[in-house]
Structure formats: C-alpha cells, structure tokens
C-alpha cells in the first residue's frame, strides 16, 4: 500500500491533488490538551484527526469515543510509542493492531489509520507490516515543530507558511505541556481558511 503524505494520496480518492483542503492531525494523545483542542475545533466548526498511543489511551476509552461522537477521527500512533530499530516485525504488529482494536472497541467505529511514531523514514517499515493488516500508514507533509515551539503565533506560522492542497498538517496534543497548540490551533484554522482552504479529517 501507500505511505500517505498528503489528502490525495488517500487510496479511496475523496481528495484531487489540487483541491484546497488541509487536515490537521494531533498526535502522542490522549494527554491533558486532547479535550480543549476537540472542544476548540468543534467551536470553530472544523473536526481533526487523532492518533492516539495505546497504553496511554486505554486509560480513557470515554474520551476516545466522545472524539468520535464529536465527528472527530482517531488512529493508532502505536502501543508505546517506542523506537522500532530494534522491534521484530511481529512487535510492531502487535503495536499497531493492539491500538486499532482498542479504538474500535472504545469508539465503536472502525480504526483503519496508523501513524509511525518518530521519525518519517521509519513508514516504509511500518506500512509493509501493518498494510497487509488493513492499516493505512498515514505521515504528514507539514511540520510546524509545535512540541519545540512555546510561541503559538510560531506555530501558527510555521504552518501556514507551509501549507499546500492536501496538506497533513502534524501537531500534537499529549506528550508534554501543549498549551502552545492548543492556543495555536484557532490561529491556523482562520488563517488556513483566509488563505481559501477547506479543514477536512482523514
Ligand atoms: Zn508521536
């Protein structure tokens, strides 16, 4: 299968490589950020896509499921979030479809996406574990260095400046303090939507 890196490479096609839409995705969650960054979405009338660590998320199946009720997406960012060098294919299996099971049994609807954790060159590895377990690899094609930025105008910024049609837009909503993000987030929704782009989920 393929990595996917921007909306068209979606494989069910509901995304043309010119059309202006972008998703925002939120990884390393859930953390304490995940419901205010939903919350914020939602009152701006856009909906992101979360992938969510499994044994951090097991911790919280009622707010998995109340991202979906809210017309959020959730995918699995792996079990624990490790470095793979060492992993044996079936660990990494493992991890992906440990976490895509708890999604569906939390949220009730099914839990296809995956997202490597770490580092992008890593998803060619990934995906040929987890494809032919029905998982899509999902990266990103924009990196706004939100877990290194404490200014959101920065984040804001480092986003827009690089947004394009289909982009994938990598933020993250656990793993530490992400107040930044969250303040970040209304900025990139109204600036993404001045510049004439849609925020669709995955
Ligand atoms: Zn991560």
Same mark, same amino acid.
């Given at each position: $299968?393929?990595?996917?890196?921007?909306?068209?490479?979606?494989?069910?096609?509901?995304?043309?490589?010119? %059309?202006?839409?972008?998703?925002?995705?939120?990884?390393?969650? /859930?953390?304490?950020?995940?419901?205010?960054?939903?919350?914020?979405?939602?009152? =701006? +009338?856009?909906?992101?896509?979360?992938?969510? !660590?499994?044994? !951090?998320?097991? %911790? %919280?199946?009622? @707010? @998995?499921?109340?991202?979906?009720?809210?017309?959020?997406?959730?995918?699995? #960012?792996?079990? *624990?979030?490790?470095?793979?060098?060492?992993?044996? +294919?079936?660990?990494?299996?493992?991890?992906?479809? &440990?976490? *895509? $099971?708890?999604?569906?049994?939390?949220?009730?609807?099914?839990? /296809?996406?995956? &997202? /490597?954790?770490?580092?992008?060159?890593?998803?060619?590895?990934? +995906?040929?574990?987890?494809?032919?377990?029905? =998982?899509?690899?999902?990266?990103? *094609?924009?990196?706004?260095?939100?877990?290194?930025?404490? +200014?959101?105008?920065?984040?804001?910024?480092?986003?827009?400046?690089?947004? #394009?049609?289909?982009?994938?837009? =990598?933020?993250?909503?656990?793993?530490?303090? &992400?107040?930044?993000?969250?303040?970040?987030?209304?900025?990139?929704?109204?600036?993404?939507?001045?510049?004439?782009?849609?925020? !669709?989920?995955?």
């Amino acid at each position: $299968m393929t990595v996917v890196r921007r909306l068209s490479d979606l494989p069910d096609g509901r995304f043309a490589p010119d %059309e202006p839409v972008i998703a925002l995705t939120f990884d390393d969650g /859930p953390g304490a950020a995940t419901d205010a960054v939903a919350t914020a979405l939602a009152k =701006l +009338d856009a909906r992101g896509t979360f992938f969510v !660590v499994g044994s !951090v998320a097991q %911790e %919280e199946p009622d @707010l @998995l499921a109340a991202l979906v009720t809210a017309g959020h997406v959730v995918g699995g #960012h792996s079990w *624990s979030h490790g470095r793979i060098d060492d992993a044996t +294919d079936a660990e990494l299996a493992e991890e992906a479809l &440990r976490t *895509s $099971m708890l999604i569906e049994d939390a949220t009730r609807a099914p839990a /296809p996406l995956f &997202r /490597p954790p770490y580092r992008r060159v890593d998803a060619p590895r990934w +995906d040929s574990v987890v494809a032919p377990l029905g =998982l899509q690899t999902v990266t990103w *094609s924009v990196d706004p260095r939100d877990w290194a930025l404490t +200014d959101p105008v920065a984040i804001a910024t480092a986003a827009l400046d690089h947004l #394009h049609p289909g982009a994938i837009v =990598l933020l993250h909503d656990g793993g530490g303090d &992400r107040t930044a993000t969250l303040e970040a987030v209304p900025l990139i929704v109204h600036g993404a939507r001045l510049a004439g782009y849609r925020l !669709v989920t995955l």
